[in-house]
């Protein structure tokens, strides 16, 4: 019966790194048609619409002192996030994105340490300063090895920002409830949110079906109904299941994941690239064995 346990938590765990990392490319196809504010739009309410059933079902569970938090971590840990990592790859590749955001944990640490009281050891300020090196490498050098600025990198870092402060939050002011219908209700709240966008702007073209739009538009539904709800559900039963040291391991896989797709779709990937990888890698190896 164990045995049977732990193989389900090996599968869920593997299917969730497959799809969180194939999110970034999913969101490249998506704009070889839509623009990256679309993009991020049809993933939210794709993903609202696939759990909507779940979220009405469970706001009714949520106390009304805690919306206010629920809110936030819709926001920072989904609405907003989605709109930064779109506009980031319109400048950069999405092997490169997928790199940059296993700084999460780079971030929720020192989120953690100013902001929510949290101690931090001298060990893991060795591993902020080995992430800011990785950080340098992928955002401050280009694929010469010359020293080139790309903007669309602290994209990419602000949505990890994000991701921290939603971290420390949830952990703070969430934690007494189930993550399933916090998960559930955040994601409501951001597909809500990002409706707004097509009533702002007047909406945009998505139906018929063409030849230019076809493939876009079936890309950020999948990244919407997979790389969101589907990713939340499943990021819920890991939790659930296992230790939380073996659920922040995700953070390790994403960017192989998303490493190999952005390679199979022709991505150049520099030696530089790597190294900046193997930077942040270390970091986090070194801020989670601290003691």
């Keep these: ?24 490319i999913l969101m490249k ?16 309410v794709s993903a609202l619409i696939a759990l909507a059933g779940f979220a009405v079902f469970n706001i009714r569970k949520i106390p009304v002192n805690k919306l206010g938090y629920v809110l936030l971590t819709a926001a920072l840990g989904m609405f907003i996030p989605a709109y930064l990592f779109c506009y980031a790859e319109a400048g950069m590749s999405s092997a490169i994105a997928g790199i940059l955001n296993a700084l999460t944990p780079v971030f929720t640490l020192v989120l953690g340490a100013l902001f929510f009281k949290q101690q931090i050891l001298r060990m893991q300020l060795v591993g902020l300063a080995i992430g800011i090196i990785g950080i340098a490498l992928l955002v401050l050098v280009n694929a010469k090895g010359q020293l080139d600025v790309n903007h669309f990198g602290f994209f ?10 939603n971290i420390n939050i949830v952990k703070t002011y969430l934690s007494d409830l189930n993550p399933l219908h916090v998960t559930t209700v955040a994601v409501m709240f951001a597909g809500l949110a990002s409706l707004l966008y097509p009533l702002i702007t007047g909406g945009f073209h998505i139906w018929p079906l063409t030849a230019q739009n076809k493939i876009p538009l079936i890309a ?72």
């Design 1 to 24: 019966m164990e045995k049977s346990k732990g193989l389900i938590v090996y599968i869920f765990y593997a299917i969730l790194v497959l799809t969180w990392g194939s999110s970034f």
């Design 156 to 165: 990419v870092i602000l949505a990890t920002i994000c991701y921290g402060l």
């Design 29 to 44: 196809i998506g704009m070889e048609y839509y623009t990256p504010a679309q993009v991020a739009t049809i993933r939210q």
């Design 220 to 291: 950020s539904i999948t990244l919407g109904v997979f790389g969101t709800a589907m990713a939340q559900l499943l990021f819920y039963q890991v939790i659930k299941r296992s230790s939380p040291v073996f659920t922040s391991s995700i953070v390790f896989a994403l960017p192989v994941v998303a490493v190999f797709w952005g390679v199979f779709d022709g991505e150049t990937i520099m030696a530089w690239h790597y190294v900046g990888m193997a930077f942040i890698a270390s970091a986090i190896i070194v801020i989670k064995r601290a003691k």
